[in-house]
């Protein structure tokens, strides 16, 4: 602990002298036991202006998955949506090739005859894609039978109500960034299905991005990553910065809520604790983003989502970072009531010299003028 004796402080020492002083004169020895009260007022002083310096503690470790699994109830988020409504980009090739699959069901059943179908989906057509989008053909579909095929023969069967469906990539762009050491993809590419027999069905194209975090934080986690959490926007948005602004807030709540659980010392209450959307972008805890908007009848809504990645040295300087400024704004509040209290005492003192020297009869004339003057005291302090 650092003892700080600041201007006024002293000039409230001053002020409890005068006034023992003058009420021993007026009181006599029976006032003699206002000594020891005068002594802890004055030993109070200085303790409020103490700079108490604690050492964080370490990073409690919360229940990622708990909070992961409330955002993923945002109503925006809810897969029936994705079955309905077009997006302009997808966070995965799955999740296109999802798209693709349920579109292409549409079609199949407003009259168009087969009962099997094969699938080929040429490189780099994952398989996770390839079987997503059989997957969803076999499940809404009553077919006989659904094939997926990784290689593509160079004749195509040609059987009766058979439908021949060819997934390929023709455009890929890769691309990687390191933060916090995380592998960030920024890859992008566009999934085509491409309907061979009957020709007459579809031929569709969507786009897709490489944020596979966005569904599951998996692959980050078997790298070692087990520090990730994804903030999502919780309502429909009418442009992309409402949408951002959401996920945003989001992500500083959960923060702060990990700092507040994560905090075990006391010079501040861990309720004071505020993180704001530029908190987490200063200290790199958001590790990578996603926008997405969707095409409703009438117009399109906006969601977006937050990777946050919560190491414990980012979070650590953060957390020192707030008990700081907290610490800071709890000198300023000492500082404001010390003044307050040492001008309201010299007040009083003149209100007694002067009640003493003009023998009281303008007791209350004086009082009244004590009570304005401290109560300005108190809103300039208030305004400054």
């Not at 691309?175 to 009957?198: A, D, F, K, M, Q």
Request: proline share 3%.
């Amino acid at each position: 602990m650092n003892f700080k004796f600041s201007f006024m402080a002293l000039i409230v020492i001053f002020a409890f002298v005068l006034l023992l002083v003058f009420i021993i004169k007026r009181a006599g020895k029976k006032a003699l036991i206002l000594i020891p009260i005068m002594i802890l007022g004055v030993l109070f002083v200085p303790f409020i202006s103490w700079q108490k310096t604690t050492r964080v503690s370490s990073l409690y470790s919360p229940d990622f998955g708990m909070l992961q699994h409330v955002q993923n109830h945002s109503a925006i988020w809810n897969e029936a949506i994705d079955d309905y409504l077009e997006a302009d980009h997808y966070a995965s090739m799955q999740d296109a090739a999802r798209f693709l699959a349920k579109t292409l069901v549409g079609e199949v059943q407003n009259g168009t005859t087969c009962n099997r179908m094969v699938v080929y989906g040429l490189n780099p057509v994952t398989s996770r894609a390839l079987n997503t989008f059989s997957d969803v053909i076999r499940s809404q579909l009553n077919l006989s039978d659904v094939r997926a095929e990784s290689i593509r023969p160079s004749v195509l069967p040609s059987e009766p109500n058979l439908a021949i469906c060819i997934l390929d990539v023709p455009k890929q762009q890769h691309s990687e960034r390191l933060v916090n050491g995380l592998n960030i993809s920024n890859s992008t590419g566009t999934l085509r299905l491409h309907v061979e027999n009957p020709s007459d069905i579809m031929d569709r194209s969507v786009e897709f991005l490489e944020k596979d975090w966005i569904n599951s934080l998996s692959r980050l986690q078997n790298q070692g990553h087990s520090a990730v959490m994804v903030a999502r926007s919780s309502d429909s948005c009418m442009d992309e910065a409402e949408a951002i602004d959401q996920a945003m807030a989001q992500a500083a709540t959960m923060v702060q809520n990990l700092l507040r659980q994560a905090y075990r010392t006391q010079p501040v209450l861990d309720q004071e604790i505020k993180v704001t959307p530029q908190d987490l972008l200063a200290s790199q805890l958001v590790a990578d983003q996603f926008t997405q908007s969707l095409r409703t009848s009438t117009a399109r809504v906006w969601r977006h989502a937050v990777l946050l990645s919560l190491q414990p040295g980012p979070l650590e300087s953060l957390l020192q970072q707030k008990t700081r400024q907290i610490q800071h704004m709890h000198r300023n509040w000492a500082r404001s009531l010390m003044s307050l209290a040492g001008l309201a005492l010299v007040v009083f003192i003149v209100y007694i010299f002067l009640n003493a020297a003009t023998k009281g009869y303008y007791v209350w004339s004086l009082r009244v003028i004590a009570a304005v003057t401290i109560l300005g005291i108190v809103v300039v302090l208030l305004l400054s």
